[in-house]
């Protein structure tokens, strides 16, 4: 019994369809808490570290909880990064515990005159960005005034790393597979022996014949229509992925609707909320990709099972003691 071949592409778009999305990089930002410089009351200083931490939250912006970044601190001699001679470095070993693409720590010093400055540190210590402004009181209450600096701190610095989609590459199409015609066998020719010597009995017609299968489909068709099938239900999937991670971000952004602030207690949820929003956007760009790579697969597999053979014919061949005949039947 011969056995199908089965198309290379498609086992491997069923691979990457099959393959799990959890382990792509992480794109979290370990927040460390907001060094608040010239102020010395304990808790003005906390509700100066609540603001800055809710406001660098705001956004798209993916925040390591809080707890792990504390866990991380009580472990460092001075407990905190800032007043160390190498934050960067402190930045770094940050990050690389608690999985974040970066660390980031915000520098406070409150007054009519409001100095924000941010460093922005990777996974290997090295400085990503650094920026500082400065904004003037204007008779504006000083927590506005503050929330306006870490704003614009926010909106300058570059917090994120920038987000490249991996492309799925579309499988070359398989090669075409020529049936080979099976030949036919050429009957033995047959003599009739005559009783009288003299005369000798004329041998009889040989002919050879064959006839074209009406059946122009092959296993292509078959599989055309699984591959096919198989790539809607991905491309769906990516449409529900979409859909289920536009209304975990807009669920996340909630708390911050008509220029709220939630409190720090809400930014775990907030946090979980938008790493949930990011794997759903991984993996409906992971089913969109692998849905397009079975669509094509299939409509290729159907579009060259439709060049058939020819339709059906009868040709025959032959030979008799006046000559040679020819016979051909076209369809």
Partial sequence: MKHLPTPRPLLLTLGLLLAPAASAQTDSVALHPCAIVGEKDKNKV???????????ARGDIQLVPSDQVRAFLDKEPRKSCAPTKKPAECLGRL???????????????????????????????????QKSIQIRSRGQPQSELVRTAITRLREQLNLVPLKVTPLVEQPPPPPLVAATPTPAQEPTPSTKPSEAPAVSAPPPAVGVSKQVSSDGRTWKTPLAYTSGGAGIV????????????????????KPYADNRYPPQSELANISQLR??????????????????????????????????????GVAAFSVGPGGVSVLGVLP
């Fill in 234 to 253: 991905a491309l769906g999937l990516a449409g529900f992925f979409v859909v289920s991670g536009n209304n975990a971000m807009i669920e996340s952004n």
């Fill in 275 to 312: 790493q949930q929003a990011t794997t759903q956007r991984i993996l409906a760009g992971v089913s969109a990709g692998v849905g397009a790579a079975l669509v094509g697969t299939g409509v290729y597999l159907w579009l060259s099972d439709r060049k058939a053979p020819p339709a059906p």
């Fill in 95 to 129: 990050a690389t515990a608690t999985q974040a693409s970066r660390a980031v720590l915000i520098t406070l010093n409150p007054g009519q005159l409001t100095r924000v400055s941010g460093l922005v540190v990777n996974a290997q210590g090295e400085v990503v960005d």
């Fill in 46 to 56: 906390q509700d100066l570290q609540a603001t800055c931490a809710t406001e660098i």
